[in-house]
DNA sequence: CGACTGATTGAGATTGTTCAAGTTCGGTGG
DNA sequence: CCACCGAACTTGAACAATCTCAATCAGTCG
């Protein structure tokens, strides 16, 4: 969103992988020099624009790609095409089911996103080699299992209104993980749409508890995805 | 339940994790019979009746616990007391967050339990030095993790209808993963109380689920816990 | 046999959905 | 710059699903 819409798809962009800013507390920290020559190599800086799918739900894996900016979306779709968003992925984090040869979701670029593809072999070779990168992956693994559980609680007790604080304080933390104080703001990674599918509500009762938490004071909404979060605390109370 | 409710409270019983019948699917089998050897002067087979708590919400962990026997359940809890079970744990799972200090969840025995006891500092120094343990409990990781996700799809896009049907779908399936052809005769290893702290409803809405599902004809129950599903398909027909 | 726990059933209240207008936003072309 | 357009969002009213509360039933334990 703080991306100027040109009309790219997919473009690669001549960067190698070890230039970006996030490197070192992402995968590719965990890399020796050597590993990271290697590495560049084989990956592809990639730009997708928002809803861009970069994996399909049961299709091959043929590479992981690790978010360097933007948000991703990780969906799962029943038959009859209701649809649940089951995690949403920031940078750093690497995105694609590891071991996997058939990925168990949709993986889609929710806001503009670039990203450094790496083929499946070369990644599954290097974790093989290198403990530090093992790690890093497990604990990638074992952090998204705590986010999946804690969410768990947030869909199958919370209500519609702790829902919406709660996503609201997820996005808050998650965009800016160092900010200070107690108020914040920030653009929306996503529509009403992909709100109410992560929640598991309808984009109305989306909406209608938006409206509230404005009228409440805790927030308010310009341009429809520009959010000020007037205390994280009140938010906070809102969440269960 | 299928174990006669001696009033016995984590009662140790002078039995071997080597001995065990499971061990060559769980974490027992990626070792060597040194690491065998040394790995049972450590550990203790212990037992759970139902409803004893293995580990507390927000407590220190200083032991994983390998499932011999019987299901564990894992469960988050709101301020408010509002609870939601995020996993179930099957025989030959370890229960415990890898490298946690504190337990993100509480792990409670759902059925009379036996686990295989592991001081972490223990194990966690096994899993350096054997890669296949390692993959194994990474595995392990990846796979609760894709469960998790398929169960938010349950959680957040399914009617109630189809949440009990889910769930009997996944204990049929998980209590006896080689059994052949449509029908499929079992215990629940629950209460109707954690079938709706799992399903995010009450057990009022439960209760009247499983009656739907006798009235059709697609199981039958007797004894409160003792299920037969008459047809698998029909079963999954109803799973959405 | 009573008391107790867990499960079922019913009736009414509540929450969230559905359907149907409106409204706002962002872009486009005159 | 403004009018227009489609997509995204908001709002309202009726409806449906689920919850809540209360009564009842079934099985278990003393």
Chains 1, 2 share one sequence.
């Not at 590993?35 to 091959?60: N, P, Y």
């Not at 929710?110 to 890093?136: F, G, H, Q, T, Y």
């Not at 109305?204 to 959010?227: C, M, P, Y």
Request: proline fraction near 3%; hydrophobic fraction near 40%; charged fraction near 30%.
């Amino acid at each position: 969103m703080d991306f100027s819409r040109r009309d790219i798809h997919s473009t690669e962009i001549p960067v190698l992988c070890r230039s970006c800013e996030v490197r070192h507390k992402g995968m590719c920290g965990a890399l020796n020099p050597d590993e990271l020559t290697l590495l560049s190599r084989h990956t592809r800086q990639l730009q997708h624009s928002s809803g861009e799918e970069l994996v399909g739900e049961s299709t091959d894996v043929e590479a992981y790609d690790n978010v360097m900016r933007g948000v991703v979306k990780l969906s799962k779709t029943l038959e009859d095409g209701r649809q649940q968003i089951v995690g949403l992925q920031f940078a750093p984090d690497l995105v694609g089911r590891l071991y996997a040869t058939e990925s168990p979701m949709t993986a889609e670029a929710a806001s503009d996103v670039e990203v450094c593809r790496v083929p499946k072999v070369m990644l599954e070779r290097l974790i093989e080699r290198n403990p530090a990168l093992r790690k890093r992956l497990m604990d990638q693994a074992l952090r998204e299992l705590d986010e999946a559980r804690e969410w768990m609680v947030t869909l199958g007790r919370k209500t519609a209104s702790e829902k919406v604080a709660s996503l609201l304080m997820l996005i808050a933390v998650h965009l800016d993980p160092d900010a200070r104080g107690d108020r914040r703001i920030f653009d929306l990674p996503m529509s009403r749409l992909d709100i109410a599918d992560y929640l598991g509500l309808t984009i109305e009762t989306v909406s209608r508890q938006f409206s509230r938490l404005k009228k409440d004071g805790i927030i308010s909404i310009t341009a429809n995805r520009h959010i000020e979060v007037q205390s994280l605390a009140k938010l906070q109370s809102r969440c269960g």
